[in-house]
């Protein structure tokens, strides 16, 4: 599951517990996502993307929460991002990006009680970069990991 691995696509972790974030995500846990990819981003090179399964995280915020973040809320898929009339974003995200908190740490093979930093994917365009682009995510949460990948 490190950022060696060559084809890490059967990679996958599962979220056991949210430690600081929205209170909408806690009652959605434990959910799984299986790793896309790594990715530099512009402060470390150690980004894992992943992708959701079974159903999407369902997060209630304002649109100026997320402009406030430096989300461009102006690229979210219509499909996915609901603006009502005042203000409020109701988010469907089946993309997250995780990074293990503290730097030097990695995604491993069998890891248990791994602590991440999580943040939404809401730009899409995001799954064809090559690096990490901050305003096309939501930094949401600090959550515990392990890993999920099948036969592991």
Do not use: C
Request: hydrophobic share 45%; proline share 7%; net charge negative.
């Amino acid at each position: 599951m490190s950022s060696e691995n060559p084809n890490p696509a059967r990679a996958a972790f599962r979220v056991t517990r949210v430690e600081l974030g929205p209170d909408d995500l806690q009652s959605q846990v434990p959910l799984t996502a299986e790793l896309h990819r790594f990715m530099p981003g512009p402060d470390r090179p150690d980004y894992a993307l992943a992708v959701v399964k079974d159903h999407p995280i369902r997060f209630k915020t304002t649109q100026a929460v997320l402009v406030g973040a430096g989300v461009n809320v102006a690229a979210a898929d219509p499909q996915l991002y609901t603006l009502h009339e005042d203000g409020t974003v109701d988010l469907q995200v089946w993309a997250v990006v995780v990074t293990p908190r503290v730097a030097g740490e990695r995604l491993y093979q069998g890891m248990k009680d791994l602590a991440v930093g999580i943040a939404y994917v809401v730009d899409n365009t995001l799954m064809r970069d090559e690096r990490l682009d901050f305003s096309k995510v939501f930094y949401a949460a600090v959550a515990v990991i392990e890993d999920a990948t099948p036969g592991a």
